[in-house]
């Protein structure tokens, strides 16, 4: 990065590989990458993944919406997003975020089956829960 | 995937019956994925290991272990 400290993707790579080891750090090379390309909503969820694992759950939330005000109409954006409270332990806001995706995309059966497997999940989170239950198996159904 | 994911849904709801034919439609799918051929080294071992209830995603093979596990203790 020395050598060439503009690479965003060599920098998002070396966030990546921080995530465990030191998280702080990680997040600080996600921002110069948004920093350096602000208009990239990508990055921004790249982001905002790494202030989730870094506890900054607000933060991230920012920058997901940032991220959404960029391209709202992009179903992949909804989807990384919901992928990224997935990672982080939060079912109930990828939820929303696979919805969304679903609902700009409604032929996706990978939407689909990204949205049935989370109303799986929370069908047994907490207790049983009969509506995430028949939620998540007619979306599972709808799946070939 | 997403049969075995529904079939892993009736797993986890003790739908025991629709989970079998879940990974049994799964299986029909995919009959050359890696998870189907651990499906068939599971059939064809010399015994059923009893499983506990799978995670969301288990393998296949695992998965339809665990079913016919269960049917087993049931039965007996």
């Known amino acids: 990065m ?17 995530v465990p080891v030191d998280r ?18 990508e990055y921004r969820i790249k982001l905002g993944a790494a202030l989730m694992l870094a506890g900054a759950g607000e ?86 | 995937m997403a049969r075995i994911a529904l079939g892993d849904l009736y797993l986890e709801w003790d739908r025991l019956e629709d989970a079998a034919v879940a990974y049994e439609r799964a299986l029909e799918l995919n009959p050359d994925s890696e998870q189907a051929k651990g499906a068939d080294r599971g059939r064809g071992g010399a015994g059923v290991c009893s499983y506990s209830l799978l995670q969301p995603g288990a393998l296949l093979g695992e998965a339809i272990e665990s079913v016919l596990s269960k049917f087993t203790e049931a039965s007996n």
């Open chain 1, 59 to 144: 933060a991230a939330d920012e920058e997901f919406e940032r991220a959404i005000y960029l391209d709202p109409l992009s179903a992949v954006l909804r989807s990384d997003i919901g992928g990224a409270n997935l990672a982080a332990g939060r079912p109930e806001r990828a939820l929303v975020h696979y919805e969304n995706a679903l609902e700009l995309d409604p032929n996706s059966q990978l939407y689909a089956f990204n949205l049935g497997t989370v109303h799986a999940q929370l069908s047994t989170q907490d207790g049983r829960d009969e509506e995430h239950f028949e939620e998540a198996e007619a979306l599972l159904q709808s799946v070939e």
């Open chain 1, 2 to 18: 020395e050598l060439d400290p503009e690479n965003a993707d060599l920098r998002l790579r070396y966030g990546q590989f921080l």
């Open chain 1, 24 to 41: 702080r750090e990680a997040v600080e090379q996600h921002l110069a990458v948004v920093e350096m390309f602000p208009g990239v909503p």
